[in-house]
């Protein structure tokens, strides 16, 4: 069974850091992503996915990404479900990431191509221009190894 999820968007609101009760990092946003095809209207139109990460990673998206960022996350769907206050089931679909990939370039002089973080601390080696070392998806700061085809 397989349950990965890459998805490329702009956040829709800061990320809120919070923490459990145990002081574990939790962070959640919302990342605007196109569909692939125009409205009857010719309009663009997006869906508003939820996103959850945690831990380092979760400090580091509240740290680095604010509303209107472009980011790319990868993880997994989980479906969770809770009882409301007025006795009602509410059902909740959610992004798990365990990478997220920050692609709105930093002022200051760094470059956010550089600024992939995860569950492996991976990251691009800088090649001495200060750039990651990105090739086909360069000016969205994609590598090769990131497509899916």
């Given at each position: 069974m397989l349950n990965r999820v890459i998805l490329i968007g702009r956040l829709t609101r800061d990320p809120e850091l919070r923490y459990t009760p145990a002081g574990v990092a939790v962070t959640?946003?919302?990342l605007a992503v196109d569909r692939p095809f125009t409205s009857?209207?010719?309009e663009r139109e997006a869906d508003?996915?939820?996103i959850v990460t945690w831990r380092q990673l979760a400090e580091a998206c509240?740290?680095?990404l604010k509303k209107g960022h472009m980011a790319a996350v990868e993880g997994r769907i989980q479906v969770r479900n809770y009882e409301n206050n007025e006795g009602k089931r509410v059902y909740v679909t959610e992004i798990i990431a365990?990478?997220?990939r920050f692609l709105t370039p930093q002022s200051g002089?760094?470059?956010s191509n550089d600024s992939r973080l995860g569950t492996g601390n991976q990251q691009n080696r800088n090649n001495g221009n200060g750039r990651g070392t990105?090739?086909?998806g360069d000016a969205w700061g994609i590598s090769d190894d990131d497509l899916p085809f």
């Open positions: 959640q946003f919302t009857q209207g010719g508003f996915i939820p509240a740290n680095h365990d990478n997220v002089g760094s470059n990105n090739t086909a």
